[in-house]
């Protein structure tokens, strides 16, 4: 296995990628694969340890929650603190309502597919209209579907024409589906929601089984497994990690290399091109470490400015979240299975838009749960989820030192758009009816912390929701792209950042607009374009 450390490298490479999760293993395979440029991959967690048969990255039954993962905290309740950072004599923030939520993303080779739920869902087509009408117009849906199908190897539906069948990553639905699975498919469907063969095609109300990027049953196959450990062995290619950059290096406005942080010790190392993967956390706080971003911001820590772009660390946004906790039944809890096998897609209500995506999570350890610590015996939960699919809330991503040691404050606000919890009140009233089914409650023994009392009153369930939600850690839009001359864009459609030379960004921060399902996907169809334009070809 090529890893090696920083004194190992090559002074200078054509590439350097910074972040080894999803976008930074597809990137790094696609610019290595034809052996035309040497790249760095830099990752600021550990190496994957997929290949030993104990890792719980193995594990797509549930959530890898602790050694893997990067200790964000995000004020999801709070107002924001930015302005009162700049000018706290002038813009006091009422810290009252402030509750920090444990923001878990993956610091490791595969990032958060590395540790997550291995759901492989698709965003609708309209999601893409809306991104054209931000200035994304090339962007569309019609020119996003072709890499949507490169980059799929969909076991079930390859053969159509709206799926791939030889790409990387390998898609498949469940093929052994819990009871409760199945009932809860059945109670959607008595309350109207069409049963459907693929979720990753139309966007109107479905239920359905769900696509995920697993194999053997319950194996996650994150996106370092499934494009970068099968190439790990190029002679083109070098891996660093657990090395953090604290910034990118320039000569005037043109990118250069990289400042890493190993071992305790700094390290330059140089490249032609800069190639940031590092989320839209750790994208937007690298930039503003190397003095591209809100030059006030940058000014009050005596960080240079090298591009005054307010945009930077803005426009931070996540699916909200409202999960129904109840005590399975013993049988139910045996099978290890995918986090999540069956999904619903409906209208909460608000009106007619399909704005909430509905779903059970199975055998969740109750010890990870906030509020089960010594509550209850029983070892796993059932989690019934909640999702608003297109969030109006806005947050933002923002450093207080120029040291990478010192982790960005994220502030997520979810909780203060009216318009967001009044759709979410919608969904867990939508689910509050489908679990209280027959087919879904004979497997269940009762909801915790909530009742009919809260679910019929309109000021009550609001309160309950504005207190019990979190976000998905589906982080996008802090680097927003577009038109140069759009004051709310940092990059443009290219992922080139606004004012500088050889410096891209090609992740989830990119995103003008968070879309209708999990980011995991898009990211890597994202990141396989960009990947192309840097090479100038395409799959098509």
Request: charged residues 20%; hydrophobic residues 40%; aromatic residues 6%.
């Amino acid at each position: 296995m090529n890893h090696f450390n920083c004194t190992d490298v090559p002074q200078q490479v054509d590439f350097i990628v910074v972040g080894g999760g999803s976008a930074g293993s597809v990137m790094a395979s696609r610019l290595s694969e034809q052996g035309k440029y040497s790249v760095l991959l830099i990752e600021a967690g550990r190496d994957s340890d997929v290949h030993m048969p104990n890792s719980p990255l193995r594990d797509a039954s549930r959530l890898v929650l602790e050694e893997y993962n990067w200790h964000y905290q995000a004020n999801v309740h709070g107002p924001s603190r930015y302005e009162a950072q700049l000018a706290p004599q002038q813009a006091p923030v009422d810290v009252s309502r402030r509750k920090s939520f444990a923001y878990r993303l993956g610091k490791v080779m595969g990032g958060s597919s590395a540790i997550n739920g291995a759901v492989a869902l698709r965003p609708f087509p309209s999601d893409f209209q809306r991104w054209v009408e931000l200035g994304c117009t090339d962007w569309s849906w019609d020119q996003v579907l072709p890499w949507f199908n490169h980059l799929e190897n969909d076991v079930d539906y390859g053969q159509r024409r709206e799926h791939g069948s030889d790409g990387p990553l390998k898609l498949l639905r469940p093929r052994e589906v819990l009871p409760l699975e199945n009932g809860f498919a059945e109670a959607c469907q008595k309350r109207g929601i069409p049963l459907v063969d693929d979720l990753n095609s139309g966007e109107g109300e479905a239920v359905g089984a769900v696509p995920a990027n697993v194999i053997a049953g319950a194996e996650r196959c994150d996106l370092y497994r499934s494009y970068l450990a099968p190439v790990r062995q190029r002679e083109n290619l070098y891996i660093l990690t657990e090395a953090e950059v604290e910034q990118v290096l320039f000569n005037g406005l043109c990118a250069i290399g990289v400042k890493v942080l190993e071992h305790g010790e700094y390290h330059s190392l140089y490249a032609g091109h800069v190639v940031l993967c590092a989320g839209a956390i750790g994208s937007a706080a690298i930039l503003q470490r190397s003095g591209i971003g809100d030059a006030r911001h940058l000014k009050q820590l005596d960080i240079s400015v090298k591009v005054n772009l307010p945009a930077v660390g803005k426009n931070l946004s996540d699916h909200t979240s409202v999960v129904l906790w109840a005590l399975p039944e013993p049988d139910n809890n045996l099978t290890a299975t995918p986090w999540r096998q069956m999904a619903a897609r409906l209208s909460s209500g608000v009106d007619q838009q399909v704005d909430v995506q509905l779903g059970l999570m199975n055998n969740v350890a109750s010890h990870t749960v906030p509020g089960f610590h010594n509550r209850t015996d029983c070892p796993y939960l059932v989690g019934a989820s909640i999702m608003l699919m297109r969030p109006e809330s806005r947050g933002r991503v923002f450093i207080t030192s120029r040291s990478a040691q010192q982790l960005p404050e994220i502030d997520l606000p979810l909780a203060c758009d009216q318009r967001d919890i009044a759709r979410l009140a919608g969904g867990v009233r939508q689910m509050w009816q489908i679990i209280h089914q027959p087919e879904v409650a004979q497997y269940l023994r009762g909801i915790h912390f909530w009742s009919e009392n809260i679910i019929d009153n309109e000021r009550v369930i609001s309160n309950a929701i504005q207190n019990l939600l979190s976000p998905g850690w589906h982080a996008s839009g802090t680097v927003r792209m577009g038109s140069e001359h759009d004051a709310t864009t940092a990059a443009n459609q290219q992922g080139r950042v606004h004012g500088v030379n050889q410096l891209t960004v090609a992740d989830a921060a990119l995103f003008p607009q968070i879309t209708s399902s999990p980011t995991n996907l898009t990211t890597v169809m994202l990141a396989e374009r960009i990947a192309a334009s840097l090479f100038n070809q395409g799959p098509l």
